[in-house]
T-cell receptor, first 109, second 112 residues
């Protein structure tokens, strides 16, 4: 099955800083999602982005499916951005979403 | 309404108990999912229902029994669990399989 790796595994930022999170996957995918999991465990869907670029406020995402990666950009980070960010591409053979290893982000005031 | 609800929020059960987790959505979604998440790990898929039929079972032990009574409801029946089954259980729904998923807040299960 598809393998999904995210980098960096941990990231500490000062409030106001920008960051780029990366998701690499080992095989072709049909779709890809980015999620933010807050400290209470709630998973929030940030982007549904099989290809191309999307923006939502301070966040934007780019998926280049042919090169098997996706990027999540966070600009002007806030303490409420803290938590774990997961990417989840679909395995094109099984149509299952496979969650990556996650990036744990802490934003300091 | 883009909300998926789960009850209960917390559950403590003994290894001989029988309990059920409940998940509900009113977005007209036809795919529903159960995931299990251990601390500091990504969610792991357990079951997928599509149009109220079990579509995917990730070789989950039979002490976990899913049920989809109608298109809005998803249950997970638990019996004879082990302490290692303690985890956050997450429910999600999507319009169809491989479409955008919406997650509920989860049930934190502790097996004693």
């Amino acid at each position: 099955g598809i393998q999904v790796e995210q980098s960096p595994p941990d990231l500490i930022l000062q409030e106001g800083a920008n960051s780029t999170l990366r998701c690499n996957f080992s095989d072709s995918v049909n779709n890809l999602q980015w999620f933010h999991q807050n400290p209470w465990g709630q998973l929030i869907n940030l982007f549904y982005i099989p290809s191309g670029t999307k923006q939502n406020g301070r966040l934007s995402a780019t998926t280049v499916a042919t090169e098997r990666y996706s990027l999540l950009y966070i600009s002007s980070s806030q303490t409420t951005d803290s938590g774990v960010y997961f990417c989840a591409p679909t395995d094109s053979g099984t149509y299952k979403y496979i969650f990556g290893t996650g990036t744990r982000l802490k934003v300091l005031a | 309404d883009t909300e998926v609800t789960q009850t209960p929020k917390h559950l403590v059960m003994g290894m001989t108990n029988k309990k059920s987790l409940k998940c509900e959505q009113h977005m007209g979604h036809r795919a529903m999912y159960w995931y299990k998440q251990k601390a500091k790990k990504p969610p792991e898929l357990m079951f997928v229902y599509s149009y109220e039929k079990l579509s995917i079972n990730e070789s989950v032990p039979s002490r976990f029994s899913p049920e989809c009574p109608n298109s809005s409801l998803l249950n997970l029946h638990l019996h004879a669990l082990q302490p290692e089954d303690s985890a956050l259980y997450l429910c999600a729904s999507s319009q169809e399989i491989t479409r955008q998923q919406y997650f509920g807040p989860g049930t934190r299960l502790t097996v004693t």
